[in-house]
């Protein structure tokens, strides 16, 4: 049955456009719901921004989100996980809307990847924040102690791929050094997490570089699987999402300049709006 329509849609917030890729297979998983897409373009990127400086933006988000009828806000970009979420669940949700909830992609990407890797040692490439953050060995270590992990940021993939450059051959160098770094820090890696979501835009070339037999984990299939179980167990959240199957983005930056970009990480086009935070 469908309810007024996008009056509650679900929330996914990123600083950038990488969350879209989350956003898509989430659409796929759960193509009943609204959703409501906020990138911080204006801002971005959040990878080199201090914890402090990251939670107030993130706060500022999920504050938007909120104002605007989510329920429910997924944090679909590594960094803020990993430097804001915790905060923002402990210290201000029980005071600005503790009927709602704001989960991140942290969590369930770590409680997967112990599952998948048989040598238990775990590679995870992201950006100098979340590596620096240690987020992951922190929730991978929660899941099975036993577990090494090694994270290598790569601070050259997000501007290659926003400038239209990550597929092509000048990107074969800063691709092949960061995997080379990584694999040479420790040979016993058998499966890798893209702990950016930009950086499923450049499988082919991971792919080619990567050595053969280890496995790459893309965090959208399991973020979408993780919400769905999520609204499978805890209906007085899913019996609130409106279910148009409508989709709106918005941006704190110029909103044409948003959907060029987001049209190629979703391989259509679409519209987007300008909002202030």
Request: aromatic share 8%; proline share 6%; net charge neutral.
């Amino acid at each position: 049955m469908k309810m007024n329509n996008f009056q509650a849609p679900i929330g996914v917030f990123d600083s950038g456009y990488g969350g879209l890729t989350i956003l898509q297979k989430i659409k796929e998983r759960l193509p009943q719901y609204d959703y409501l897409y906020l990138g911080d373009n204006a801002r971005a990127p959040y990878g080199t921004r201090s914890f402090d400086v990251i939670y107030r933006f993130t706060l500022e988000a999920v504050k938007y989100l909120f104002a605007r009828g989510c329920p429910l806000i997924i944090i679909a970009c590594n960094t803020a996980s990993a430097k804001a979420l915790r905060s923002i669940q402990q210290n201000d949700l029980p005071d600005i809307a503790p009927d709602r909830r704001v989960l991140g992609i942290i969590r369930p990407t770590a409680e997967a990847v112990t599952q998948l890797s048989k040598s238990l040692h775990i590679g995870v490439l992201g950006t100098p924040g979340t590596i620096q953050s240690g987020s992951y060995d922190i929730e991978i270590s929660k899941q099975n102690p036993q577990c090494v992990t090694v994270g290598h940021g790569c601070p050259m993939w997000v501007p290659l791929i926003e400038n239209g450059e990550g597929l092509r051959p000048g990107a074969d160098y800063f691709i092949k050094q960061e995997i080379d770094a990584l694999t040479e820090a420790d040979s016993a890696i058998d499966t890798v997490i893209l702990a950016c979501t930009h950086y499923p835009l450049l499988l082919p070339k991971i792919r080619q570089y990567l050595p053969y037999g280890k496995q790459i984990i893309c965090q959208g299939d399991i973020v979408a699987d993780s919400l769905a179980d999520y609204l499978r167990r805890h209906q007085e959240i899913d019996c609130r999402l409106s279910r148009g199957a409508e989709t709106q983005y918005c941006t704190t930056e110029n909103a044409g300049k948003f959907a060029a970009m987001a049209s190629m990480f979703l391989n259509r086009p679409i519209t987007a709006t300008t909002v202030t935070l």
